[in-house]
């Protein structure tokens, strides 16, 4: 079977891939397993520079890889940039700490010595999404492997080339043969690895669909699963806030990849004392993003990943408006070759429409117009989703209240959503399970284990 990888932004096909035989994924599979039996065996501070080293990996081939990126999926290139200087970054702050938050506990218990260690599963399967390429595959490999495990990636196939880039930078970096490996498999060969022996966890980030799926399979093996789902995060605007800074945060929250975040701002719920100025300077500000080459340097929207992406949008847009949404700006796509969006927004939209109530996965924005504080945090949780959101307030300490009060793994005050490797990432409801990042998510694919030393006699 082959399949192709497209550029999103021209249409034109930049390379045709084999999926690998069944056999030769086992055979990639096996020797994860044997590398684990030895990677094992390091202390994390014998593993920490081989981290080092795969951050500067990714600095010297930064420009190469970020090209890359952008061919692949459209996300303008000074955004593919960011992204690898980020997974330098993170993979920098888990060299540096790992060994502090994977430390022995001591415990007082009734024997001499309890002490509760950290160690390694085996090889752990990462099904990964395109959105993020890099950054989403190695916020999950990064911390797995620091603790002692190794790694298979499926990645989305669309970005094939980035999953071999990723196998590449592990070598660059001087790993162990097989620690890292990338798999090109079909859909069935996943699932018998997940059933496999050889496989001790699963970790997915992708759709609240697929997840369900590779939830329901690792479950039926009893594997160790980590879902990061989708997100219809909100961004509350309460009428204290100063306008023109949260329209600058809403253009920057809702835009990030075209809109294709996770952790994009996607329902603007704002109080009507302000709602029609805060309206007003965020469409003007969303008029103004240049849309265009991802690889042209001033573009600030890139391409949507495929046709069926703006068709997408396009659906969710039209039913909005037949029950009464009203389009601020953008709405009509634009003309090919490539994959165009505008930067849009849609007012009057409530519960029942499908800009509301679903991931939209785009660059369209749409503003929910409340009375209060109290009726804000109620549509907030009116959602099926609870991955990140954010509050925007002169008041610090209302800004927090509310932020306790939304049903999220992570919330923000007067900034947009946005991930940190010393903070936890990750959802409740379809959002997903689990959390990565921070000591959190080096702990997710980890034995917690208590060892227990009692007096003799
Ligand atoms: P997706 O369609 O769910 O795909 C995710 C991964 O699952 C891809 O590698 C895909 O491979 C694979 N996959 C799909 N169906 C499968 C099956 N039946 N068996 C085995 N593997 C399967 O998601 P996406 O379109 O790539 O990404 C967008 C979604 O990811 C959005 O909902 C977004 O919110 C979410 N996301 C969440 C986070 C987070 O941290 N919470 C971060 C980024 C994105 P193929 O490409 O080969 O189909």
């Keep these: 079977m082959e399949f192709k990888t497209i550029n999103p932004a021209t249409g034109e096909t930049i390379k045709t891939w084999p999926t690998m035989a069944s056999e030769e994924v086992w055979e990639i599979a096996r020797l994860t397993g044997s590398a684990y039996r030895k990677w094992r065996l390091l202390t994390v501070a014998e593993r920490a520079p081989h981290f080092e080293q795969l951050a500067a990996v990714l600095r010297d081939n930064l420009e190469d890889w970020a090209v890359l990126i952008t061919t692949e999926m459209g996300k303008p290139i000074t955004e593919a940039r960011a992204e690898i200087e980020k997974c330098a970054w993170m993979t920098e702050v888990y060299a540096a700490n790992a060994a502090a938050w994977l430390a022995d ?6 024997g001499r010595r309890h002490t509760v260690i950290f160690q390694p599963l085996g090889v752990i399967f990462s099904i990964m999404p395109w959105n993020y390429p ?8 990064v911390p797995g492997l620091m603790a002692g495990n190794t790694s298979l990636l499926k990645h989305a196939s669309n970005v094939t080339g980035c999953a071999f880039a990723i196998e590449d930078a592990f070598v660059q970096a001087g790993f162990p043969p097989d620690v890292f490996r990338t798999i090109v498999p079909d859909y069935a060969t996943v699932s018998a690895l997940i059933g496999s022996d050889i496989v001790q966890g699963v970790s997915l980030t992708g759709s609240t669909q697929v997840g ?6 690792a479950g039926r093996n009893l594997k160790k699963v980590v879902l990061e789902l989708g997100g219809s995060d909100p961004f509350i605007v309460l009428e204290d806030a100063d306008i023109d800074f949260t329209a600058r945060g809403a253009v920057t929250g809702r835009m990030l ?3 294709q975040s996770c952790i994009a701002s996607k329902r603007f719920i704002v109080v009507e004392e302000i709602a029609e100025t805060f309206a007003a300077r965020f469409t003007e500000l969303m008029t103004g993003l240049k849309v265009g080459d991802p690889r042209d340097e001033s573009t600030q929207v890139g391409s949507l990943v495929n046709p069926a992406a703006v068709a997408e949008l396009e659906e969710q847009l039209a039913q909005s408006v037949g029950l009464g949404a009203r389009i601020l700006c953008g709405g009509e796509k634009i003309p090919g070759p490539g994959c165009f969006y505008p930067p849009t927004v849609v007012t009057d939209t409530r519960p029942g429409m499908r800009l509301v109530d679903e991931e939209v996965f785009g660059p369209i924005a749409p503003i929910i117009i409340v009375k209060d504080e109290a009726e804000a945090i109620v549509l907030a949780n009116a959602s099926e989703f609870g991955l990140g959101g ?10 927090e209240k509310v932020a306790r009060e939304v049903d999220s793994g992570t919330l923000f005050v007067n900034s947009i959503t946005k991930s940190d490797p010393r903070m936890p990432f990750g959802g409740v409801k379809n959002s997903g399970l689990g959390r990565e990042l921070s000591h959190y ?17």
Excluded: P
Excluded at 134 to 141: D, E, G, K, T, V
Excluded at 212 to 217: S, V, Y
Excluded at 390 to 399: P, Q
């Design 257 to 259: 990849t075209a809109g």
């Design 390 to 399: 954010s509050v925007w307030t002169r008041d610090l300490d209302r800004g």
């Design 134 to 141: 890099f950054w989403q595959a190695l916020r999950f490999a």
């Design 441 to 457: 998510g080096l702990k997710e694919f980890v034995n917690v284990k208590g060892i227990n030393v009692y007096d003799h006699g």
């Design 105 to 110: 506990e001591k415990v007082e218990v009734d």
């Design 212 to 217: 369900r799926h590779i939830g329901a399979e």
